[in-house]
Each structure stands twice: as structure tokens, then as C-alpha cells.
């Protein structure tokens, strides 16, 4: 059934449950988010006590069994809740995409012993999560990440460096890809590790052109010891774990991008009808009605992709490629609309006393993570004609 929104979002959710979630979503980012978004950005602040207001309201665990205090949401539901948390703040949209993701290899391959110890805290018990296959010399080739992990009896240490991590340095929990044997994606196997694990160090966070408020980290692993227990899945089936992850956490960041340049449009929106040159409202030009009606247009086009390809996953059907076409085109139109917006404003748009210009700066983020827009091309490419000749 459709949903009309206060923005003009006519949403179709499938039940009366996800509208009351989505209501419930929209008055927190109301309330609780948007009114701080500015000046703790502007402060490189994370907003910790907002997750633990947001584990607490089952909004961490969305897409998981209800057994293990997830929500049992489809993705089609989720990912709209993304778009409202990002539409809001996307240092909290993100946040909870990644919180996901790193849930992900334990909730599909956990065994049931693994799952009843640990998924409980990490989706309702106010723990945050992050994702560590990234390396500083394995990006986009993440298949030769060199993070090792070793056999010592029951355990296995952990050895190595990971790169652009995602609430590095703060995180309760990290799903890690380390490899245990060989080279190549076969080497590699997943462990959950706790956040304060003996050994586990953060470098001080990067420093970003958007995103303060979100630490991005190297995390440094020394001697750390893991319980077998810990290990998720079989030896050498890490990297396929990732990649499955990487197809959810895709639709995440598409769904975030639609959130950040809907917020965009709405700034521009406001300043049209707002703003008068020449004894008019400058939202009666030709030429900027257009560039409205276009950066509308692309959010449109970008949710219908996000959720067309999570139906796909909702029904247990192939959805990687639709993943990789709705990051690429979301995330490349966030670019343009906050551009536009941007000049949409003018002037002002370039000055910090308004957030298009933060929304700029975010929307560039958006183009890299979860795999760069150029690797979404080569994913879909191999989809339509095959792996690349050796």
C-alpha cells in the first residue's frame, strides 16, 4: 500500500508493521538526528549514545531472525529506514549499513551454537560493529589481503593491518577476513573478533573531506588471539563470506545515497521557493525548475533500482548484479544532485552556514566505499559477458 511522506516519498511497504516502522524512523530523524547533524559534523563528533538509542528501538538489527533480537524486516523494508537515517544525518545511515554488513557472516554462516552467544549483543545489546577486509595494499584486489592468521592450537593469531575501517578504533566487534592459507580468495577465512582483543590497536582516525563525524581507521593486529569458536564458517570460505556481504552492504550505500540527495533536493527546494531575484521566486525560471525536476528524477530512478534488486534478494533470487547497478547509479546520482544543489543556492551553497555543501563533501564518499563505482562496472560487466580473458 503507498505511504505518502512529508517529503512526497510515495512509498509502497508491504505491511502495516513496516509503515509504523517507518513513521517511527522518520520521528527520531526529526527529533533526535537532523536537530545535531550540523554541529557534530563540524565537530568530528560521533554520535554513540544515538546507536545505543537505536539498538534499544531494534533499528541495528532490522534484517535479522527475531530468534536472535534482529527484527525480521525484509530488505525492502530496511533499506527504506536506511534512506530516512541517511535523508536525516548519513554519518547515522551509514553507521548502521556498516553495523549490518558486519553482522552479516555470522547471521548467514554462523552455527547455531555461534549465533545464540553472540548475535543477541551485537543486534539489541547496544554494541556496535565494523567490517575489516580492506588492507592499505589491497583496496579493490581485496583477494590479496595479507592480515594472517595462524593456528596455535585452539586459537589462531592474528597478525596484520586493515585499512578504512568504519568505526575503527570504536568498535565493539569486528567481522575480520585474515588469511589461513594460500594466496588467492581461497586462503582466506572469518573471525569474530572483540573490539578490545588483547593485541588490537587503532591508528588516529583519517582525516577526511566529509564524514568527521564517522572514524575511519587503520586497525593493527599484534600477536591477537582468537578462539577457534570464533572462526566464521569453514577454513577458506572468508572471501566468499565478503562478497556475499558486500552484495547486502552494496544496497545499503545505494539506499544512503538516495537518503543524502533527497536531502540535497529538499535544501534546494526550500531556496527556490524562498529565495527572489528580479521581483520573482527564483524557483519560476525555466532553467532552474529543470534542474530540480531532474535531480528528482534520479532519486526516483535510484530507489526504484535499490529496491528492485532487493525484492530480488527478498525472494532468495540472484541479486548481485542489481546490487552493483543500484550503488553505481545512486551513488553517481547523490553526486550530481548535491552538485546541483549546490548551485541551486548559489553563493550561499559554498559557504558552510548551510549543508549543501557538506552534502557535497559526503556524497564523494559514497563513489568509493563498498567497492569503487569503477569496480561496480566491472562486477556488472562480467554479469553480461563473462569474466575478463586470461
Same mark, same amino acid.
Given at each position: ?14 505491511? !502495516? ?8 524512523? =522518520? ?28 539498538? =534499544?528501538?531494534?533499528?541495528? $538489527? ?6 536472535? $533480537? ?22 547515522? *545511515? ?22 545464540? #552467544? ?10 556496535? $560493529? ?10 579493490? !584486489? ?52 572483540? *573490539? !578490545? #582483543?588483547? *593485541? ?9 573531506? *566529509? ?30 563470506? #565478503?562478497?556475499?556481504?558486500? !552484495? ?8 544512503? #545515497? ?16 524562498? =529565495? ?105 560487466? =562480467?554479469?553480461?559477458? $563473462?569474466?575478463?580473458?586470461?
Amino acid at each position: 500500500m503507498p505511504d505518502g511522506t512529508e517529503d512526497g516519498t510515495d512509498r509502497r511497504l508491504p505491511t !502495516d508493521e513496516a509503515r509504523a516502522l517507518l513513521a517511527l524512523v =522518520r520521528d527520531i530523524a526529526r527529533r533526535e538526528i537532523a536537530p545535531r547533524a550540523a554541529e557534530e559534523e563540524a565537530a568530528g563528533r560521533f554520535p554513540r549514545e544515538l546507536f545505543a538509542l537505536l539498538s =534499544r528501538t531494534g533499528l541495528l $538489527g532490522l534484517p535479522y531472525d527475531p530468534a536472535y $533480537g534482529g527484527g525480521g524486516q525484509p530488505y525492502e523494508v530496511y533499506l527504506q529506514v536506511l534512506e530516512e537515517l541517511a535523508a536525516a544525518r548519513l554519518t547515522v *545511515g551509514l553507521g548502521v549499513s556498516v553495523h549490518t554488513l558486519a553482522c552479516h557472516a555470522l547471521a548467514s554462516s554462523g552455527t547455531g551454537e555461534q549465533r545464540a #552467544a553472540h548475535l543477541p549483543a551485537m543486534l539489541a545489546g547496544g554494541l556496535l $560493529g565494523a567490517y575489516c577486509l580492506s588492507e592499505p595494499s589491497a583496496g579493490s !584486489d581485496a583477494a590479496a589481503l595479507r592480515t594472517r592468521a595462524v593456528r596455535d592450537g585452539d586459537t589462531w593469531v592474528l597478525d596484520g593491518t586493515k585499512a578504512w575501517i568504519t568505526h575503527g578504533g570504536i568498535a565493539d566487534f569486528l567481522t575480520v577476513m585474515a588469511r589461513t592459507g594460500g594466496p588467492g580468495p581461497r586462503g582466506i577465512s572469518a573471525f569474530l573478533v572483540p *573490539g !578490545d #582483543a588483547p *593485541g588490537l590497536s587503532a591508528a588516529p582516525p583519517e582525516r577526511k573531506m *566529509g564524514m568527521s563525524g564517522s572514524p575511519t581507521a587503520q586497525l593493527h593486529f599484534d600477536g591477537v588471539r582468537v578462539p577457534d569458536a570464533r572462526r566464521l564458517g569453514a577454513e577458506g570460505q572468508g572471501f566468499t563470506l #565478503a562478497l556475499a556481504a558486500l !552484495d547486502a552492504g552494496r544496497l545499503g550505500i545505494a539506499a544512503c #545515497a538516495v537518503g543524502l540527495a533527497r536531502a540535497a533536493l529538499d535544501l534546494a527546494v526550500a531556496h527556490a521557493r524562498e =529565495r527572489h531575484q528580479f521581483g520573482r521566486p527564483v524557483a519560476d525560471f525555466q532553467g532552474l525548475r529543470f534542474l530540480l525536476a531532474d535531480m528528482a528524477t534520479q532519486i526516483e530512478a535510484g530507489r526504484a533500482l535499490y529496491l528492485e534488486a532487493a525484492r530480488l534478494r527478498d525472494e532468495g533470487r540472484p541479486y548481485g548484479r542489481g546490487a552493483a547497478m543500484a550503488k553505481l547509479f545512486c551513488s553517481d546520482a547523490a553526486m550530481r544532485v548535491t552538485t546541483d544543489a549546490v548551485q541551486v543556492l548559489g553563493g550561499y551553497g559554498y559557504t558552510a552556514d548551510f549543508p549543501a555543501e557538506r552534502y557535497l563533501r559526503e556524497a564523494k564518499m559514497l563513489q568509493i566505499v563498498e567497492g569503487t563505482n569503477q569496480i561496480q562496472r566491472v562486477v556488472i560487466a =562480467r554479469h553480461l559477458v $563473462g569474466p575478463e580473458s586470461r
